[in-house]
């Protein structure tokens, strides 16, 4: 009689454990979809930059506003991965035994596949916060580069950016298909 006893207070510990962890450290989908729509938006206002530099008369004024967009959402990027919020690492077997005591569909967790943010981020902080502020400080000079009129120097400081996403890209993000 013991020994059913003390088999029912481990199955009730592990039950309880597993609804802590279910509810503490997983990342909701809000931030995920958040950071991903954030991003959507920085990048939609770099290749608005892009496309005015391709321009046969770019559009300083439309440059100016996007090179703002960028600036404002470089120093906003750590915000974006706060501790938790990273991919789910690989299952094992509590991953397995959690799954019988939720639905389909259930999980706040995208895969990491979906968000192309890798584990490195939280595993790495240091070299994620000195590549994105060497991010930043190349978007703020975009930026101020794109307050006059010199289409070749907006055209060297956004290559710059360029370089200096990629950089960041090359380490913490899933290559897209």
Same mark, same amino acid.
């Given at each position: 009689?013991?020994?059913?006893?003390?088999?029912?207070?481990?199955?009730?510990?592990?039950?309880?454990?597993?609804?802590?962890?279910?509810a503490?450290?997983?990342?909701?989908k809000d931030i995920?979809?958040?950071?991903i729509?954030r991003f959507?938006?920085?990048g939609?206002?770099?290749?608005?930059?892009?496309?005015?530099l391709?321009?046969?008369?770019?559009?300083?004024?439309?440059?100016?506003?996007?090179?703002?967009?960028?600036?404002n959402?470089?120093?906003?990027?750590?915000?974006?991965?706060?501790?938790?919020?990273?991919?789910?690492?690989?299952?094992?077997?509590?991953?397995?035994?959690?799954?019988?005591?939720s639905?389909?569909?259930?999980s706040?967790?995208?895969?990491?596949?979906?968000?192309?943010?890798?584990?490195?981020?939280?595993?790495?902080?240091? &070299?994620?916060?000195?590549?994105?502020?060497?991010?930043?400080?190349?978007?703020a000079?975009?930026?101020?580069?794109?307050?006059?009129a010199?289409?070749?120097?907006?055209k060297?400081? &956004? &290559?710059k950016v360029a370089?200096?996403?990629?950089?960041?890209?090359?380490?913490?993000r899933?290559?897209m298909?």
């Amino acid at each position: 009689m013991r020994g059913h006893c003390w088999v029912g207070a481990c199955v009730l510990c592990s039950l309880v454990s597993m609804s802590v962890i279910a509810a503490s450290g997983e990342p909701t989908k809000d931030i995920i979809e958040g950071r991903i729509a954030r991003f959507r938006d920085m990048g939609a206002a770099f290749k608005s930059i892009r496309d005015e530099l391709k321009a046969a008369r770019p559009d300083t004024s439309r440059i100016k506003d996007s090179a703002r967009v960028v600036r404002n959402y470089s120093t906003a990027i750590p915000e974006w991965f706060p501790a938790g919020s990273e991919p789910p690492a690989e299952s094992g077997w509590l991953d397995w035994v959690r799954g019988w005591f939720s639905s389909a569909g259930d999980s706040a967790v995208e895969p990491a596949s979906e968000t192309h943010a890798k584990a490195e981020i939280w595993a790495n902080p240091r &070299q994620f916060l000195q590549l994105q502020r060497q991010f930043v400080a190349e978007a703020a000079e975009l930026w101020r580069v794109a307050q006059g009129a010199d289409i070749a120097a907006i055209k060297a400081q &956004q &290559q710059k950016v360029a370089r200096s996403c990629a950089a960041c890209h090359k380490t913490f993000r899933e290559p897209m298909d």
